[in-house]
């Protein structure tokens, strides 16, 4: 058995090394050099510190991941079933949250180790947007309450169209980076926007509320099965992601009940 040690990243505390090792395992170029390749599937077992609870987790069918106030350390790192390497997508998820204000709330966190590769946020001014390493697309959208929210981004690279969809209703849409293609090999965070991998989590920025039923395709979804997933009708399973089979690892204080 190889042992691992545990390192301390920015606000992050004692950071178990197994999944250290698996976001740097998911990069070109590593944040820290020295760690023995481990296979994300290893059942080789590190010491495991106050807040990370072990090795990946699968599936939250029938479950609410619950970010109970804000902090700089808890996060869920979800774990692709293929690499995002994307030039269409449809993301969606339900989501409620009591944060008011001109406060950022980041919803959902791609990022590789120079760019953010897709990021979701709510915006202080309360608008939605998303951003595709660069510059973001901004929409008036009702607002995220404490009442979930049904919400979907959809978005191609050959036209550049991207919308979202607030309970089965598509906003306008904008054309957004056509030709763009987001690349793999990188970290997927709910509940944190790692400014830098791994590093410069910020608790002004966190996500504090309930998200359930995430769910990815790398293809843009019809009408029809957007507005039955908000009526909670049976479709295509996510590709990228299918809420019943995530894979995840959680961090911090972040709680898995049931969806009652």
């Given amino acids: 058995m190889t042992y691992f040690p545990q390192f301390s990243v920015g606000g992050l505390g004692q950071f178990d090394a197994k999944l250290l090792f698996y976001f740097s395992n998911n990069l ?117 309450t404490t009442f979930r929210t049904s919400l979907c981004l959809t978005w191609e690279s050959r036209t550049g169209l991207a919308a979202f969809w607030v309970d089965g209703r598509r906003s306008t849409y904008q054309v957004y980076k056509p030709g763009h293609t987001i690349r793999p090999k990188g970290t997927i965070l709910l509940g944190q926007d790692p400014d830098k991998h791994l590093g410069d989590l910020e608790a002004v920025q966190s996500f504090v509320g309930e998200v359930t039923d995430l769910n990815m395709w790398d293809y843009v979804l019809p009408r029809s099965q957007i507005q039955a997933l908000h009526y909670e009708h ?27």
């Fill in 28 to 144: 070109h170029h590593h944040l820290f050099s020295g760690i023995t390749t481990l296979n994300q599937h290893d059942n080789c077992q590190a010491h495991t510190p106050t807040g990370y609870r072990g090795s990946n987790e699968v599936g939250l069918g029938g479950k609410v991941l619950v970010f109970p106030y804000e902090t700089d350390f808890s996060f869920v790192a979800l774990i692709p079933q293929k690499e995002m390497d994307l030039r269409a997508f449809t993301l969606c998820m339900r989501v409620a949250t009591e944060l008011e204000g001109e406060r950022q709330i980041i919803l959902f966190a791609y990022r590789t180790p120079d760019y953010d590769e897709l990021n979701v946020w709510r915006e202080k001014d309360g608008r939605i947007a998303f951003y595709l390493s660069g510059d973001g697309a901004f929409f008036h959208l009702p607002p995220i």
């Fill in 234 to 260: 049976k479709i295509t399973k996510g590709n990228i992601f299918d809420w019943a089979t995530i894979e995840y690892q959680l961090n911090g204080n972040v709680m898995v009940v049931d969806d009652d």
